[in-house]
T-cell receptor, first 114, second 113 residues
Framework: KAGVTQTPRYLIKTRGQQVTLSCSPISGHRSVSWYQQTPGQGLQFLFEYFSETQRNKGNFPGRFSGRQFSNSRSEMNVSTLELGDSALYLC?????????????FGPGTRLTVL | DQQVKQNSPSLSVQEGRISILNCDYTNSMFDYFLWYKKYPAEGPTFLISISSIKDKNEDGRFTVFLNKSAKHLSLHIVPSQPGDSAVYFCAASRPNYGNKLVFGAGTILRVKS
């Protein structure tokens, strides 16, 4: 079974631009979560989608948004990019059978904002 | 407010010996704990998990212990291998928060051959 895939793997943007990242979960997984990893803040939860609905949201500004499609694929969008948005963006998927769900991560998208 | 803490930034262990990675948490509502291993420029790899109804879970060379009263968990790797050298993260989740994970800052494990 294929793992979580994320595209693109690397991205360079300039301040003020917007960016869209894509995540394809493991087949059959309905929950997709997004995380941001930076050297200063570590791994921080952005949001989670389940059955095309946002189920949880972390403490990030409204410039960060996401969505999930009927095939469980998810995208996240960052508008009006700032230098501090440079980070590794990770997507994780879960089968979500109720409680105690293991999450499996993709390789990440490395975003650099110049 | 750091709810999950890994107080040791790094750990160095000789090949074949035991590696013990520690994690503390402050939120007593957490009921599910996971350990991940991460190499640079890759996503975290799931290793092992434990729910709050257990105090130990084993999977091959990896064992996780949970002490709820102390709000402490540890990951034991026996025997340690050079390929285990990576950053190890513990993470926690709580009921009614979906799959939101709160991560510790990570511990760099170096296994010397």
């Amino acid at each position: 079974k294929a793992g979580v895939t994320q595209t693109p793997r690397y991205l360079i943007k300039t301040r003020g631009q917007q960016v869209t990242l894509s995540c394809s979960p493991i087949s059959g997984h309905r929950s997709v979560s997004w995380y941001q990893q930076t050297p200063g803040q570590g791994l921080q939860f952005l949001f989670e989608y389940f059955s095309e609905t946002q189920r949880n949201k972390g403490n990030f500004p409204g410039r960060f948004s996401g969505r999930q499609f009927s095939n469980s694929r998810s995208e996240m969008n960052v508008s009006t990019l700032e230098l501090g948005d440079s980070a590794l963006y990770l997507c994780a998927s879960s089968l979500d059978r109720g409680s105690y769900n293991e999450q499996f991560f993709g390789p990440g998208t490395r975003l650099t904002v110049l | 407010d750091q709810q999950v803490k890994q107080n040791s930034p790094s750990l160095s262990v000789q090949e074949g010996r035991i590696s013990i990675l520690n994690c503390d948490y402050t939120n007593s509502m957490f009921d599910y704990f996971l350990w991940y291993k991460k190499y640079p420029a890759e996503g975290p790899t799931f290793l092992i998990s434990i729910s709050s109804i257990k105090d130990k879970n084993e999977d091959g060379r990896f064992t996780v212990f949970l002490n709820k009263s102390a709000k402490h968990l540890s990951l034991h790797i026996v025997p340690s291998q050079p390929g285990d050298s990576a950053v190890y993260f513990c993470a926690a989740s709580r009921p009614n928060y979906g799959n939101k994970l709160v991560f510790g800052a990570g511990t760099i494990l170096r296994v010397k051959s």
